[in-house]
């Protein structure tokens, strides 16, 4: 198994940055990517930008130019760094892991962390 805990969150300015960290224990080596989610009140969970275990990222749109996600190891420390962060941002944050473990796909989540972007 793996577990997540992710920290950084709180309330900012619009304009204004946050750095999120998500931190992984346990079966670590079997991560193929890290990824972060978030959910707006009212609205569905998600994807917001992901890294593999060979460095290589995504981003969603509406996050490009803005958040960039980095890892020192992308198995184990994961972080969004959110810059010129938007009152849409507002949302709670989950860092998402998906494990691939004697053949079986399993995917893994922190318990989020909140995001408040005030105008």
């Known amino acids: 198994q793996v577990q997540l805990v992710e920290s950084g969150g709180g309330l900012v300015q619009a304009g204004g940055s946050l750095r999120l960290s998500c931190d992984a224990s346990?079966?670590?080596?079997?991560?193929?990517?890290i990824a972060w989610y978030r959910q707006a009140p009212g609205k569905q969970r998600e994807l917001v930008a992901r890294?593999?275990?060979?460095?290589?990222?995504h981003y969603i749109n509406a996050v490009k130019g803005r958040f960039s996600i980095s890892g020192d190891n992308p198995k184990k420390k994961v972080s969004l760094q959110m810059n010129s962060l938007k009152p849409e941002d507002t949302a709670v944050y989950y860092c998402?892991?998906?494990?691939?473990?004697?053949?079986?796909?399993?995917?893994?989540w922190g318990k989020g962390t909140l995001v408040t972007v005030s105008s």
């Open positions: 346990g079966r670590t080596f079997t991560i193929n990517h």
């Open positions: 998402n892991a998906e494990t691939v473990d004697m053949g079986r796909v399993m995917d893994y």
């Open positions: 890294i593999t275990s060979g460095g290589t990222t």
